[in-house]
């Protein structure tokens, strides 16, 4: 079946749909794994068979009918329903997915606030919209808990929770009752128009067998009629009675052909289902007032770990090993425009036992990728503004294939960032490298993964990315020192200087200060923890000084002794350059004054030079080789240190010494 998605790219966000055991694009689905068995009479039965042919089940005393018109994700259009609604007397529950609040295309938070003025209810989807089953159970915790702390504090009640995609398991619904939910609706437990459902039951109970697992039929598409709409209520009417939950997604002309419905068919299903209400053969609640029971204290899920450090693979089961009911945990099917795609797990992989497999068939528009899930930053690696990131995975394939880039801004909405080069197809295993642009201001998370965009077969293993840190406008790939800057930047030790338009400057070949070398020795040693002194120990470092913290630290440890000022004071100097006689002896101290046997390796640095000791260890180390001339080597050691220098310096230092 060729698909579009409901999300175009812009948002890169996979669709709803019952998909439980399978690896999908997260569509409209009819995938009935777990089916109810609890209303197991014969007469059920042959009710349901004749359902499958429209409903028709013989007329008996109705027992009381409960509908309760429900709305996912938080979609702008919805607010056509919720007008027709309230002029027909009705009410119904609104699942918000909360990282879509107030962004393009989606509900404000004033639109949530007449919703619920008007007697409807505001229930939980989550922060992003994830598969739950897919993620660890921290970042499935923080989903469910955030998303029911947020509309809590926007001062809604919240009581009722919507799976997204329908995708649950008993660990899920353990964790939806932890957060505090009364109750939790999955899709296609129920019958609905499709043939293949005929055998479930015409409604849940009330109450429901499992309040964590409430049974609905199949969410409503553009295949639905208004007779296909009537006949979920009449079925129950005539059959078992019940909870009759419907599932609307976009009430609309012109969006997402599967998940739409149009405002006249809506309008004329609200008013028939109005004028049953009327006549006191149904009741129209929201799923809090059919499930009742009190609102349960805010839980907030668990604060994310901290990003790893310079130089670890920020991706979460990198090589697919780790499978939850064949899905590799952390990762999720991704895509857009109309395609069909399949994910299957196949073996061996690059490494380990399993890669992942794509087949896209049926193409007309867009792609179809695996990527990090679109979470909280429980799976999706976490992102620093100006950083920039080197993506790496092995692949094979019959198509072309590139890195797309989506990035997490707000509260967890993502939305399309950029694009690699093309690469061509590969017969055997190949791996494709790539570095990112600096992240835009806002982001807070990057998801990613290799696509195709026609018909054909990709598959892929082994995946990492690794933080570059602050990409900087003035120094080019081939700088002298790219390498050593780079490396300065992404463990954190410099932040630069800001630019025209946005950009980051380095200044390469400006003198560095003392105070900033005092920063970069703090920042070096992993920014220690450190009660600054209330009393400055330099007379011309005022409390004030935005360094005041890295000196008095510098000063602290030895590393520095200032310079004798008047009636027995001391001063730092701040703003004079640092010589590189200064800087051996900064790095001597701050390597702990190991003990050294003093050589003649400069023809500049005599052994009676005040700091031969130092310079000698310096070059001992491989830190420095200084300059040749004829003769030796020269270091040069009142000439100042440029900010390129310093981080050749550290960076060299660290290969010798690693830093904490």
């Known amino acids: 079946m060729s698909t579009t998605n409901d999300q175009q790219r812009t948002t890169e966000s996979p669709r709803e749909g019952r998909t439980r055991p399978q690896m999908t694009r997260l569509r409209p689905g009819r995938h009935f794994a777990k089916r109810w068995t609890a209303f197991g009479s014969t007469a059920l039965v042959v009710a349901g068979l004749l359902a499958a042919v429209g409903f028709a089940a013989p007329a008996h005393a109705a027992p009381n009918t409960v509908v309760s018109l429900t709305f996912d994700d938080g979609n702008a259009d919805q607010l056509t329903a919720e007008s027709t609604m309230k002029s027909l007397g009705l009410v119904g529950t609104f699942f918000i997915t909360t990282g879509w609040i107030d962004q393009a295309t989606y509900l404000t938070s004033a639109n949530l606030q007449q919703i619920a003025a008007d007697g409807n209810e505001i229930g939980g989807h989550t922060v992003t919209h994830p598969d739950l089953v897919s993620l660890t159970a921290a970042e499935s915790t923080r989903q469910i808990c955030d998303g029911r702390v947020a509309l809590m504090n926007m001062g809604f009640k919240v009581t009722s929770f919507a799976y997204p995609f329908a995708s649950e398991n008993p660990a899920t619904e353990a964790l939806v009752k932890g957060c505090g939910y009364n109750s939790a609706r999955g899709l296609g437990d129920a019958a609905s128009k499709d043939p293949a459902s005929a055998t479930l039951p015409a409604a849940d109970t009330i109450p429901p067998v499992n309040a964590y697992d409430t049974a609905a039929p199949d969410e409503v598409d553009s295949t639905w009629t208004l007779a296909n709409l009537e006949n979920q209520v009449t079925h129950a009417q005539t059959t078992t009675g019940g909870w009759v939950q419907l599932t609307f997604h976009h009430i609309a002309v012109g969006t997402d052909p599967t998940l739409t419905i149009s405002p006249t068919l809506f309008t004329q299903f609200a008013t028939w289902l109005a004028q049953q209400k009327a006549a006191g053969t149904v009741a129209v609640q929201t799923v809090d007032q059919t499930v009742g029971g009190t609102q349960q204290p805010a839980v907030a899920g668990p604060a994310l770990p901290p990003p790893p450090g310079p130089g670890v693979n920020m991706i979460q089961n990198p090589s697919l090993e780790t499978l939850v009911n064949t899905i590799p945990q952390c990762w999720a099917a991704g895509g857009y425009g109309t395609n069909t795609p399949a994910f299957s797990i196949v073996t061996p992989g690059h490494t380990g036992t399993n890669a992942e497999q ?28 100006g950083h920039t ?54 982001a807070s998370g990057i998801s990613w993964g290799l696509n195709i965009q026609t018909n054909g077969t990709i598959t892929t293993d082994d995946y990492e990315m690794y933080d570059n840190g602050v990409s900087f406008a003035d120094i080019p790939s081939t700088y002298p020192f790219y390498n050593e800057i780079t490396w300065l930047a992404a463990n954190g030790i410099t932040t630069g200087f800001p630019g025209p338009n946005g950009t980051t400057l380095f200044e390469p070949l400006q003198s560095i200060s003392r105070e900033a070398m005092a920063a970069f020795l703090y920042r070096y040693q992993a920014s220690p923890a450190f009660n600054a002194p209330a009393v400055s120990p330099f007379t011309d470092v005022p409390l004030s000084d935005p360094f005041y913290k890295e000196i008095t630290w510098l000063a602290s440890t030895g590393i520095t002794t200032g310079y004798p000022g008047p009636n027995n004071t001391k001063t730092f100097h701040p703003l004079d350059s640092v010589n590189r006689d200064s800087m051996a002896a900064f790095l001597y ?33 491989g830190v420095t080789t200084g300059w040749p001339v004829a003769g030796g080597a020269i270091y040069q050691p009142l000439q100042p240190v440029h900010r390129d220098a310093t981080a050749a310096f550290l960076f060299r230092l660290n290969a010798k010494f690693p830093r904490p």
């Open 589 to 621: 101290r701050l390597s702990g004054s190991p003990a050294v046997t003093p050589t003649t390796a400069f023809l500049d640095v005599p052994v009676s030079y005040p700091f031969y000791k130092e310079i000698s260890w310096l070059a001992s180390t």
């Open 389 to 442: 990131y080197q993506l790496k995975a092995w692949y094979k394939s019959t198509a072309d294939t590139q890195f797309e880039v989506y990035y997490r801004v707000g509260t967890g909405f993502w939305t399309y960032w950029t694009a690699s080069p093309l690469v061509l197809p590969a017969a055997n295993w190949t791996q494709i490298t790539w570095t990112t642009p600096p992240l835009p201001a806002g």
């Open 358 to 385: 794509l087949t896209v068939t049926g193409w007309v528009s867009g792609d179809a990728k695996l990527l990090p899930a679109l979470d909280l930053g429980g799976c999706s690696p976490t992102g620093v503004p």
